[in-house]
């Protein structure tokens, strides 16, 4: 196989990829729905629908580590003889090998989609909870506190870098404001470049070295977005 054939497999491997953080996000959906019924079945799906994100995680992991090594040693073999290719299967299989010996199931608990499942069940619980207390209440509502929270929920919902609607919110753990995923991620790439550090876009926030590894994706706030849209829009 070509150089350019081992890259196109490689773009292959990354859509899977997506593909895979994609299903995460939605078995975390599942796992909401299940945390918002409060019931002793629902624990128990949680708990399984846990170890399938785990499963998930631990596949995204290997895919990662073999994308890295098979780069690496494609740009090794690059600057050398072509009789070197021969041996181009057999140096990534031994380095992935070596790789994953080295990987602990453990640390899956710290993969960015494992911590914003489990933030997102602890927080759905935690809502859940608050709302039957203060439905027991029966505390009336008047028109301007209604007014208040729409106007507190939209400002919640707005990035503070795009000045619109977030689609995917990602939490930043540090100081715990929130960005949609593309415009954080874009401006986090953009001071690498310029060897700077990523400062907190929220006005007065004194994060001032803002990581991708602080961020993890806010699945209530993605679910609460588009529940207004579902009641904004009616069909």
Not at 160 to 178: A, D, G, W
Request: charged share 25%; aromatic share 2%.
């Amino acid at each position: 196989m070509s150089l350019s054939g081992v890259h196109g497999a490689l773009s292959n491997l990354k859509l899977c990829q997506a593909d895979i953080g994609t299903g995460m996000e939605i078995v975390t959906d599942v796992a909401l729905d299940l945390a918002e019924a409060q019931d002793e079945g629902g624990i128990a799906g949680i708990k399984e629908i846990e170890a399938m994100v785990l499963e998930c995680a631990k596949l995204d992991r290997e895919i990662n580590c073999f994308v890295d090594i098979v780069q690496q040693v494609t740009a090794e073999v690059s600057t050398q003889q072509p009789e070197t290719m021969v041996d181009l299967s057999a140096k990534v299989r031994e380095q992935f090998t070596e790789k994953l010996a080295t990987l602990s199931d453990a640390e899956l608990h710290n993969h960015q989609k494992v911590v914003a499942f489990k933030e997102s069940i602890k927080n759905s619980v935690n809502q859940a909870t608050c709302v039957f207390s203060a439905n027991q209440e029966s505390a009336e509502t008047t028109e301007e506190d209604e007014d208040i929270r729409v106007t507190q929920s939209q400002v919640n919902f707005t990035c503070p870098l795009t000045q619109v609607e977030m689609v995917k919110p990602m939490k930043n753990k540090k100081c715990n404001h929130h960005y949609d995923e593309d415009a954080i991620m874009s401006l986090i790439k953009t001071k690498q470049k310029q060897k700077k550090k990523c400062r907190c876009p929220v006005v007065g926030c004194g994060n001032a070295d803002v990581k991708q590894s602080d961020l993890i994706p806010d699945q209530i706030l993605r679910r609460r977005i588009q529940s207004q849209k579902r009641h904004s829009n009616p069909m």
